[in-house]
């Protein structure tokens, strides 16, 4: 029974993910290009050095649609990607992130003009979360919220190198 909440509630929440890619995606005209020729192709997320006391995340599979974004399926299907990530470098690069803006380290495997395509949107697509704030409510405000969470994040990351050392 709990792995069948836990399976719940992780589909749920990668169906979530995927609107928030789609919409990262939909903000840049150069991604969904990019990513259309390769429509009908599969990108598996696979985790490695996952803890054992945690439960398995998800599957992570997204096919890309003929509008060049990303559907949520259950299995892979034909060819695609494979990207790994390992969780015991994620603490690293959430610090990194906050200060750098870069990706998380990742081996992506399979075609390598898909490979090519999804490093560079990995390299160069983000959310610009102050235009989406600002949509809602108003310029000033969201630059104020935004401001504050830079600077929440620069302290995270002072910290978590501080702690490293």
Do not use: K
Not at 19 to 48: K, M, S, Y
Not at 87 to 96: G, H, I, K, N
Not at 131 to 145: E, M, T, W
Request: net charge negative.
């Amino acid at each position: 029974m709990l792995d069948d909440i836990t399976t719940a509630l992780g589909r749920a929440a990668l169906d979530r993910l995927t609107l928030l890619i789609n919409h990262v995606l939909d903000g840049e005209p150069a991604a969904t290009q990019r990513l259309r020729p390769h429509a009908g192709r599969c990108i598996e997320v696979v985790w490695q050095q996952w803890p054992a006391l945690l439960p398995r995340p998800p599957l992570m599979v997204w096919m890309v649609t003929p509008a060049g974004l990303l559907e949520r399926v259950d299995q892979p299907a034909g060819t695609g990607l494979s990207v790994a990530l390992r969780f015991d470098e994620l603490p690293r690069w959430l610090a990194a992130a906050a200060h750098s803006g870069e990706h998380p380290p990742m081996e992506i495997h399979g075609d390598a003009q898909f490979a090519a395509d999804v490093s560079w949107l990995a390299d160069n697509v983000r959310w610009d979360i102050e235009a989406d704030l600002a949509r809602v409510i108003g310029d000033g405000p969201a630059h104020q919220i935004a401001r504050v969470g830079r600077g929440a994040l620069e302290a995270l990351r002072r910290f978590v190198a501080r702690r490293g050392s």
